[in-house]
């Protein structure tokens, strides 16, 4: 859902990039903090895959386009500071070397499809696994990165909105009406890429909670 240069006005420019860099700093910081030097290869792997799956995109009433967002994806295998990174870097590169998603708008895509799509999909999952008793589904997964990418399709349209592109209401029904069927393919690919991790001893930790997630 990369937002295009001239959809969004200078405040909202200046503002959201400045919230942005202040994203990717917290980011930086939690993340020298948190990640072991062995999880490195494992969140450049999952980056990499992160970045091939966005490349396939679609236009979504003109304004924006459609795609795999996988922040929930980042945040459940890393945590959502460390999400937040891999969201940026992903978006720093598809930016300055596709010209896919505008440069003057790069701080609003950071902050719906990595602060939004982390931590909307971190919390959501670390909500049903504490509803579930500690024990992870393939259905919490999918739900979680379902409600990632339809909170940062909402927090897209809340931008356009406030910049006076589109009202309010035809934006977030253009968005979260197109992204809550994209979900289902984000909701699929986050579930069985956290399953085929687990199956197969890959483990990652929750570093909310400071121990490892469970099997899923």
């Not at 903090?33 to 396939?56: D, H, N, S, W, Y």
């Not at 978006?91 to 790069?106: H, N, R, S």
């Not at 950071?110 to 008793?133: E, N």
């Not at 990632?148 to 589109?166: D, E, H, K, P, Q």
């Amino acid at each position: 859902m990369h937002i295009p240069d001239g959809f969004l006005d200078a405040k909202t420019c200046l503002a959201t990039g400045a919230l942005g860099a202040g994203a990717i700093a917290y980011g930086l910081k939690k993340t020298r903090m948190t990640l072991a030097r062995p999880e490195v290869p494992k969140m450049a792997l999952i980056g990499a895959f992160i970045f091939a799956a966005q490349m396939l995109n679609f236009p979504v009433s003109g304004a924006t386009s459609g795609h795999f967002l996988g922040g929930a994806l980042a945040s459940i295998l890393f945590g959502p500071a460390v999400g937040v990174v891999i969201m940026s870097a992903v978006l720093i590169v598809q930016a300055l070397v596709f010209q896919d998603g505008g440069l003057t708008v790069l701080g609003a895509n950071i902050i719906c499809t990595g602060v939004v799509g982390s931590y909307v999909g971190y919390g959501v999952y670390r909500l049903g696994v504490a509803l579930l008793r500690g024990r992870a589904t393939r259905a919490v997964t999918f739900f979680a990165a379902w409600c990632s990418i339809v909170a940062a399709s909402c927090a897209v349209a809340g931008l356009l909105a406030w910049s006076g592109t589109f009202p309010l209401n035809v934006a977030l029904t253009a968005m979260a009406g197109w992204h809550s069927l994209i979900g289902i393919g984000e909701g699929l690919i986050t579930a069985l890429a956290v399953a085929y991790l687990a199956e197969r001893g890959v483990s990652f930790e929750v570093h909310s909670a400071g121990k490892e997630a469970p099997a899923v």
